[in-house]
């Protein structure tokens, strides 16, 4: 089912956080927005994952099931990325595939330290596999590769193309080569 | 001019032989365990008490807003107050229990709360988005951020449980408790007794401390190594 974004705004007080937005998802498409700081697209992500409810417009066709990748890590710093990535999966994903997922991101030889040991490029993977592996109609991602270098971004970047097959995907993204490669739709807001 | 008074101030060797004497006498022990069971247990069921409440008043403000008066009334009434007004309802021996319970449990009860309303907000909406049970999201979010919490509290409340359960026993003159001993060494103007009491006491509470600290912080390195 496609998702329709009509005239969406969202304002703290005074303050725009999201001036009149409209747009279609379609089902299954990959989606890229792109803009300045401050523009609204994270607010965008937060109205999507039902964190806020928009000041006025509407958003219809959402999925029940839907992934993230935060802005921020959001990992539980003391437990190690395989419990972190259970944590969010509960029983929907059994163990060998999160261990694949996170060998295949390159964390194999950290799977079991605690994550506030992890490196910020290893802590953003282990962020993405949590997402990638929670099973969801809709995939949004808030700058994704970001504090990953060139040759993990690519790596993860396919992963992100390979488990998202058939899915809608939304990557949030300053960078217009991360775009390109992903080769979606691009919307600049 | 005071060390030449034993009365008053006994020289800290006499009381270093009073406490060997102590240690050696059968009802020394017997006399320990009967505080220590009762305080430690007066500290157990406060600490599981306020722990549960603390929690759930976290999740539920209107359990707060409940609570919030009894909580507030044990914190400002003299302990003394209590200790008499319990005396209308409890027999001596199991005052101190209810005493300690009644002093720790708004020192953990506040601390968790405090810790359940300051968890990482971020981290909560994690467990919105991916749906995390809230079961689990207790035990992997909320429950890692209450540790400094609890340590403290922890910290606070076990000196507090004693100084306020052998307070019980003394008052209440508690037959066969560390508080009863207290009491006839002031009766009988035996100083020695009661400064080698208080040493037997501060090592016990200190002695505690250190290993419950010591378990609870166990506990939990071996929850986070999983």
Redesign the interface.
């Known amino acids: 089912m496609d998702i329709s974004i009509q005239d969406v705004t969202k304002t703290y007080g005074d303050k725009l956080a999201l001036p009149p937005f409209s747009a279609t998802l379609k089902e299954g498409e990959i989606v890229c927005l792109l803009g300045q700081s401050g523009c609204g697209k994270t607010t965008l992500l937060r109205l999507l994952?039902?964190?806020e409810t928009p000041t006025a417009g509407t958003i219809t066709g959402l999925p029940s099931r839907?992934?993230?990748v935060?802005q921020?890590d959001?990992l539980?710093?003391?437990?190690s990325a395989v419990?972190n990535v259970s944590?969010?999966?509960?029983r929907r994903v059994a163990k060998p595939q999160i261990l694949a997922l996170l060998k295949s991101l390159e964390l194999g030889d950290a799977l079991k330290k605690?994550v506030r040991e992890l490196s910020g490029g290893m802590q953003r993977r282990v962020s993405i596999a949590?997402s990638l592996l929670?099973p969801a109609d809709l995939y949004v991602m808030d700058e994704p590769f970001k504090g990953l270098d060139e040759d993990t971004r690519k790596t993860v970047m396919d992963a992100v193309l390979d488990r998202t097959r058939g899915k809608t995907l939304l990557v949030v993204t300053h960078d217009p080569e991360e775009a390109g490669y992903l080769g979606g739709r691009i919307i600049r807001m | 001019m005071l060390l030449d008074l034993p009365l008053l101030l006994v020289p800290p060797l006499e009381v270093v032989k009073r406490l060997w004497g102590l240690v050696r006498e059968s009802d020394f022990w017997r006399t320990l365990l009967f505080s220590f069971s009762r305080i430690v247990l007066g500290f157990a069921i406060a600490f599981v008490l306020a722990c549960v409440l603390g929690v759930l008043s976290g999740k539920w403000p209107l359990l707060e807003t409940l609570l919030w008066p009894y909580v507030i009334t044990i914190k400002t009434v003299p302990v003394a107050s209590f200790i008499i007004l319990s005396l209308f309802f409890l027999s001596a021996r199991r005052l101190s229990t209810f005493i300690s319970f009644l002093m720790v449990f708004p020192v953990i009860y506040s601390n968790v709360l405090e810790g359940i309303r300051s968890t990482d907000k971020e981290l909560l909406e994690m467990g919105q988005v991916f749906r995390i049970p809230w079961g689990r999201r207790l035990l992997y979010i909320y429950l890692p951020h209450l540790k400094p919490f609890l340590f403290s509290a922890c910290s606070v409340a076990l000196g507090m449980s004693w100084k306020s359960g052998v307070a019980a026993e003394v008052i209440g003159v508690a037959s066969g408790s560390i508080g009863e001993k207290l009491y006839e060494s002031k009766i009988y103007f035996m100083t020695e007794d009661l400064l080698a009491w208080t040493v037997v006491i501060v090592l016990v509470s200190v002695l505690f401390e250190k290993l419950f600290l010591r378990l609870m912080r166990t506990a939990f390195d071996l929850w986070e190594a999983q």
């Open positions: 994952l039902g964190l839907i992934s993230a935060f921020e959001r539980c710093p003391a437990f419990t944590l969010a999966l509960g605690p949590r929670c």
